[in-house]
């Protein structure tokens, strides 16, 4: 091709192979001249040379075109040793008509050369962990901590996205890190996350923790400075797995892990199940919905040790009572050893307390179903109950969508007292929304007012819900079926 003097370039840029992508120059890579690639271009000349430009400045050989060098074959040429000089430069070629002196200038590559140690001239500043970690880490600790110790390095001079952190807990390599993007933002840091799983195959570590920084250029820096870190983690007061706790109503008919309306204004008791573990001197504190129960904690006896059997520690409803009521209420046991900085925790027990207040009704219960369709002496007969009796059960208190109503109509052979006639039993689909705010509507079937024929009925109803059971009170109403005085057929 034609050449002409002129800065404008006109060739493809060249390649630096040993380069990274943004023309960062591996340390290994500076202990030889590095090696250049281009392109030769279209109609080479055997006059023309060609020569590298750094910064512009012409550096190295000037070598001229080869008979055998065709358009698209490859060129080499070195940075020399002596450029190799830390800094940012740019790198082209220059072709050169040595019969007219005519040239042109390729397209530039970035270049850079990198030997400075990341934190050079000052020293890496420690490693930066919670408080907790001051005066020794315990397991309780590690545990509020997620199970995840965070440690922090901040920034430093030279620091740079691709610089790789490698931490020491003294002679064992821990977790590390890299710089990425956000890591750049203010305050400059990187975090490192040491797992409980690690700390704890540590044992119990007493020593020197630091770290290294290498950047991606290959330089390494000098050991920060060390912060000394004490690990309790793996001295609990009982060895292995606690079994959960089992809390137990007063009453007789008390359900495990249930303190129902009969047990909510009484003691109740917590079971701790044995473990060879636990020792003479130990404490014992029981924790519902996260608040402590005995006052002072239970201290482990001699007797309890050789009987070796569960225990069994009354838990008094005037701590636990105004903790209130629900479904899902977590207890759980700790074990404190003097002398031991952490805590043994069994896993959570839930249980469910109800009082008598939270009940269907409230204490006292629903109201009693209505019978809404008597005449006016308060009876059902032949024509008001043609197609049967409407009952309406209003909405009660603490009524919930999802209550199930179990009804029951008890026939009597006597307008007062008198013996039991028949029975129809009627149970509800779980409440709607609407239901709760309108109440439920059933009806006596025809069939079963002509059972009862003449007498009296009464009605109730229960209510089963997640707050427990509600009873009604009773509703009567007179009952005569008769036509001409006698009953129906099938009631005779």
């Not at 590390?176 to 119990?204: C, M, N, Q, T, W």
């Not at 009952?391 to 969508?401: E, G, R, S, T």
């Not at 109803?461 to 009604?472: K, L």
Request: glycine share 8%.
């Amino acid at each position: 091709m034609t050449l002409t003097t002129s800065s404008t370039p006109v060739f493809d840029k060249p390649d630096v192979p040993a380069a990274f992508e943004d023309g960062l120059l591996p340390l290994s890579t500076l202990g030889a001249p590095v090696l250049v690639t281009f392109k030769v271009w279209d109609n080479p000349s055997t006059r023309e040379t060609y020569q590298l430009l750094w910064n512009e400045v012409p550096i190295g050989n000037s070598e001229f075109i080869k008979p055998e060098d065709q358009p698209g074959n490859t060129l080499e040429l070195y940075i020399p040793l002596d450029q190799l000089i830390e800094g940012k430069y740019q790198l082209a070629y220059r072709v050169t008509d040595t019969f007219s002196e005519e040239f042109t200038d390729s397209f530039p590559s970035p270049v850079e050369i990198d030997t400075t140690a990341p934190g050079y001239p000052t020293t890496l500043a420690p490693l930066d962990f919670p408080p907790a970690v001051s005066d020794g880490l315990t397991s309780e600790e590690l545990t509020q901590l997620g199970d995840v110790l965070p440690g922090t390095v901040h920034g430093y001079n030279g620091f740079a996205i691709g610089d790789r952190v490698r931490t020491f807990w003294g002679a064992t390599e821990g977790p590390g890190g890299e710089v990425e993007e956000d890591d750049l933002e203010e305050p400059r840091k990187v975090i490192i996350e040491y797992p409980r799983a690690f700390l704890e195959s540590l044992d119990d570590f007493n020593g020197p923790v630091f770290y290294t920084v290498t950047d991606r250029a290959g330089n390494s820096s000098q050991d920060s400075t060390a912060i000394d870190v004490l690990l309790l983690l793996n001295s609990l007061p009982v060895p292995g797995d606690l079994r959960r706790p089992v809390i137990r109503g007063a009453s007789p008919e008390a359900v495990d892990n249930l303190i129902d309306e009969n047990d909510f204004e009484r003691d109740a008791s917590a079971v701790i199940a044995w473990n060879p573990g636990l020792r003479e001197g130990q404490n014992i504190q029981l924790f519902w919905a996260g608040q402590p129960m005995f006052e002072p904690p239970y201290s482990i006896t001699e007797g309890d040790v050789a009987a070796a059997r569960d225990l069994h520690l009354p838990v008094l409803n005037s701590r636990f009572k105004p903790l209130g009521t629900g479904s899902d209420i977590r207890v759980q046991y700790s074990v404190t050893q003097a002398g031991n900085p952490n805590t043994s925790r069994s896993p959570e027990q839930s249980i469910i307390v109800r009082s008598r207040d939270e009940l269907p009704g409230g204490p006292a219960g629903p109201d009693a179903p209505l019978f809404t369709n008597l005449n006016e002496n308060g009876a059902v007969n032949t024509v008001n109950g043609r197609d049967g009796a409407p009952v309406h059960i209003a909405p009660y208190l603490n009524i919930k969508a999802g209550d199930v109503i179990h009804f029951l109509y008890e026939g009597f052979d006597q307008l007062i007292g008198g013996n039991p006639k028949n029975q129809w039993p009627h149970t509800s689909d779980p409440l709607t929304e609407a239901q709760t705010r309108d109440g439920y509507d059933l009806r006596v079937p025809r069939a079963v007012l002509d059972a009862t024929c003449y007498g009296h009925a009464e009605a109730t109803f229960r209510v089963d819900s997640v707050s427990g059971t509600g009873r009604s009170k009773r509703q009567s109403a007179y009952v005569d079926m008769r036509v001409a005085g006698v009953c129906p057929p099938a009631s005779r």
